[in-house]
């Protein structure tokens, strides 16, 4: 008890619901954490383990093995204190207006793979991805659970860098201000850019950890400081005066 727990948002089953529900299954009081904040998706939540901003989350496990299979040192950092399930996988869902014979080529693929050396590599617990080849039919399966975008904000209207740092801890937003990324400190997002060359940050600013600063277009570079001169949007998740983006 006591300690600070994150979620991926209300709805979700195996980064929420599961351990409410195991605590009461155990006679546990509610309140039994100290502080809940929502990351959004379990990639952003192992950011903030890794970065000891939260105590703990429930993760799931195919999210977690896809994960510590990109970086191995992932499972030597954090460890499994316990584990519910097994727990069902979503359900698949097809639109109305697919031809009749597609969803039967589809749970043929599904409930047959096992048959064929591609359907057993692809339902291994650490492979991400599989094509399956049923009918002419080719299918990507993106496994994870909970089915979360890349992108924790998409459609989130805009914040300044003042209300992010003023109301917007625990949660998903997209924050605007001036890009600044000196060599050898976090880059940042700033609210004004100061009057030198190369220019800093004027006050207020907000660190952002995870961004790739060489995918974004169109910036300044001058004695190896790079900035924007004006305003970009970075989409990511607040916690703590920092903005953490999902860079997967």
Same mark, same amino acid.
């Given at each position: 008890?006591?300690?600070?727990?994150?979620?991926?948002?209300?709805?979700?089953?195996?980064?929420?619901?599961?351990?409410?529900?195991?605590?009461?299954?155990?006679?546990?009081?509610?309140?039994?954490?100290?502080?809940?904040?929502?990351?959004?998706?379990?990639?952003?939540?192992?950011?903030?383990?890794?970065?000891?901003?939260?105590?703990?989350?429930?993760?799931?496990?195919?999210?977690?093995?896809?994960?510590?299979?990109?970086?191995?040192?992932?499972?030597?950092?954090?460890?499994?204190?316990?584990?519910?399930?097994?727990?069902?996988?979503?359900?698949?869902?097809?639109?109305?207006?697919?031809? =009749?014979?597609? &969803?039967?080529?589809? !749970?043929? #693929? $599904?409930? %047959?793979?096992?048959?064929? @050396?591609? *359907? +057993?590599?692809?339902?291994?617990?650490?492979?991400?991805?599989?094509?399956?080849?049923?009918?002419?039919?080719?299918?990507?399966?993106?496994?994870?659970?909970?089915?979360?975008?890349?992108?924790?904000?998409?459609?989130?209207?805009?914040?300044?860098?003042?209300?992010?740092?003023?109301?917007?801890?625990?949660?998903?937003?997209?924050?605007?201000?001036?890009?600044?990324?000196? =060599?050898?400190? &976090?880059?940042?997002? !700033?609210? #004004? $850019?100061? %009057?030198?060359?190369?220019? @800093?940050? *004027? +006050?207020?600013?907000?660190?952002?950890?995870?961004?790739?600063?060489?995918?974004?277009?169109?910036?300044?570079?001058?004695?190896?400081?790079?900035?924007?001169?004006?305003?970009?949007?970075?989409?990511?998740?607040?916690?703590?005066?920092?903005?953490?983006?999902?860079?997967?």
């Amino acid at each position: 008890m006591g300690a600070r727990w994150a979620i991926n948002e209300p709805n979700s089953h195996s980064g929420c619901s599961v351990v409410p529900y195991n605590l009461g299954v155990r006679g546990q009081p509610g309140g039994y954490f100290r502080e809940v904040v929502s990351s959004g998706l379990h990639q952003a939540t192992l950011k903030f383990l890794r970065a000891r901003a939260i105590d703990g989350s429930a993760i799931d496990s195919t999210v977690f093995d896809v994960e510590v299979d990109r970086e191995p040192e992932l499972g030597q950092e954090l460890r499994t204190a316990a584990s519910f399930g097994p727990s069902p996988i979503p359900s698949f869902v097809i639109r109305t207006d697919v031809v =009749p014979d597609t &969803p039967t080529a589809i !749970c043929g #693929a $599904l409930t %047959e793979m096992h048959k064929s @050396q591609v *359907g +057993r590599r692809a339902r291994r617990p650490r492979v991400f991805a599989a094509v399956v080849t049923t009918l002419g039919l080719l299918m990507l399966l993106g496994l994870d659970a909970c089915g979360e975008s890349a992108s924790t904000a998409d459609g989130a209207s805009p914040i300044s860098v003042n209300d992010a740092l003023r109301d917007g801890n625990g949660t998903n937003a997209r924050v605007t201000g001036f890009l600044v990324a000196t =060599p050898g400190q &976090p880059v940042h997002l !700033c609210e #004004a $850019l100061a %009057e030198s060359y190369p220019p @800093q940050c *004027g +006050r207020p600013e907000i660190e952002v950890e995870g961004l790739d600063v060489t995918a974004i277009g169109g910036l300044s570079e001058a004695q190896g400081v790079v900035w924007s001169d004006g305003y970009i949007e970075v989409p990511g998740v607040i916690l703590d005066g920092r903005l953490f983006v999902d860079s997967n």
